[in-house]
């Protein structure tokens, strides 16, 4: 069944390669096509499209065909074209002709379209939740180990003295970003281009505005042929906000695989957390955060290949978008198992004591020590000198006391602050609206 169908049916190669994933793809879609659908209806029965007694019979199966994918048992059978066509025709099987009145007013541009905002604002949650643990558990580690000193580096270098303090909240920092990035991203896909149909609008009088608050959205894409020209942008936009959390973990991941190196030996996990090798017995190898990095780098390409796929074409819809759904709904799955792989990781991390005790990072200090002739009324590059001429003769001698309490330095990590400004971030995702307005529409 195809809802384009007429009286001629498409040669089979060319159906074969033109549905492409698309049955899978759609399969994850389905809940959110349903519920498309229980606010498009509803909009119809207002406008007098559709009767009162259709309108309850739609929306009861509707209703069932809502649980059934909740239960797992829905299925696109083969055949049928994608989950628009299988809903329809599974309702115009049960009810009759009610159902075959639900897509008056609309198209499959803008019914894909409204079932795509909301899948990704239901991963988008699903995220943002993650996320939030993550963050939650590096703050966490950061106030446990915030004495525990280890060696900073620049150029591969060693450098200056930081903690671990300042590593963990480093990264939690870093998602603070990441998530402000991802709150554009929710704003952007929590409009509601429903009505817009093929991308010209109707000659039906519709509610768009009503269909907007059934559905949780704040507000429409008012323009008709722009809702349709989001499709791309929209996921382009999304796709860099997940790029943004996914360059935190691979960098993480990086650190990670460092650390735990022997000439490092900074952090250890327990032998059931890292793998062997098949010829080296002493081997403890951290796979997890190289997969992760793998993955992470992954993903971080997605924003340039819905760029290239997305590049140049015109205003109004075409059939390239659909293979968006082919990068873009993987890199969710895999997104949010990294995100939980690395709070999972972390939870069973352990830390070294008393690494800069080590005579190699004697120089790390070197700061240090001219910081104190300043504060003594050296000029600086007069202490700059005569640190770096003890260091060549050897007779450098590290202070014996790290003393830093500026802002969000090794002495004032400022984590209340940092998870102040994620809290605040947190705040701007309306989710319990959004929920809120699923329950009433499927109550």
């Known amino acids: 069944m195809k809802l ?17 994933k698309d049955r899978e793809l759609d399969a994850e879609m389905a809940a959110f096509d349903v519920l498309g659908s229980l606010a498009h209806t509803r909009m119809l029965e207002s406008i007098d499209l559709l009767s009162g007694a259709d309108l309850e019979v739609v929306q009861k199966e509707l209703k069932n065909i809502y649980k059934e994918i909740e239960a797992g048992e829905f299925l696109i059978e083969d055949g049928v074209e994608d989950v628009h066509s299988q809903v329809e025709l599974l309702l115009t099987q049960r009810i009759g002709d009610a159902g075959k009145k639900i897509h008056s007013g609309r198209s499959r541009n803008d019914q894909v379209l409204v079932d795509l905002k909301l899948y990704f604002r239901s991963q988008i949650q699903r995220t943002v939740e993650n ?38 909240g480093a990264y939690a920092e870093s998602l603070v970003d990441d998530l402000e990035l991802m709150l554009a991203a929710w704003k952007v896909c929590n409009k509601n281009p429903l009505g817009s149909a093929a991308g010209y ?3 039906f009088p519709l509610n768009r505005t009503m269909t907007t608050n059934l559905l949780g959205f704040d507000t429409l ?17 999304l796709a860099q906000a997940m790029s943004s959390i996914a360059a935190t973990l691979a960098k993480f991941s990086m650190d990670v695989t460092l650390f735990i190196n022997q000439n490092f030996g900074f952090i250890s996990f327990p032998d059931e957390l890292t793998t062997g090798s098949s010829i080296m017995p002493h081997k403890k190898n951290p796979d997890v955060f190289e997969l992760m990095r793998s993955r992470c780098n992954k993903i971080q390409a997605l924003p340039n290949e819905i760029a290239l796929m997305t590049t140049n074409l015109p205003s109004g819809y075409h059939r390239d978008l659909q293979l968006l759904k082919e990068n873009l709904f993987p890199a969710f799955q895999s997104l949010n198992e990294c995100l939980e792989m690395a ?11 008393e690494i800069l005790k080590d005579e190699k990072y004697l120089y790390l200090f070197s700061v240090e020590a001219v910081n104190e002739e300043v504060l003594k009324g050296v000029p600086f590059r007069e202490a700059y000198k005569k640190v770096g001429y003890e260091i060549e003769k050897g007779e450098f001698k590290a202070p014996e006391k790290v003393e830093h309490t500026h802002e969000g ?5 400022c984590n209340q602050q940092i998870t102040d400004m994620f809290n605040h971030t947190l705040k701007g995702f309306n989710f319990a609206k959004v929920e809120a307005a699923i329950q009433e529409l499927i109550k």
Request: charged share 20%; glycine share 8%; hydrophobic share 35%.
């Open 409 to 413: 330095s090794l002495g004032n990590l």
């Open 4 to 20: 384009w169908q007429k009286d001629k049916q498409v040669e089979k190669s060319v159906e074969t390669f033109t549905v492409g």
């Open 131 to 168: 996320t939030e643990t993550l963050f939650n558990q590096l703050i966490s580690l950061s106030e446990e180990h915030k004495n525990k000193l280890l060696p900073g580096y620049t150029h591969l270098q060693i450098a200056m003295p930081s903690s671990f303090g300042l590593w963990f």
């Open 343 to 353: 709070t999972f990781m972390l939870q069973n991390i352990n830390v070294k004591d």
């Open 221 to 237: 894409n008012y323009n008709v042929v722009y809702a349709q020209m989001g499709r791309g942008k929209t996921e382009r936009i």
């Open 201 to 203: 609008g109707s000659s």
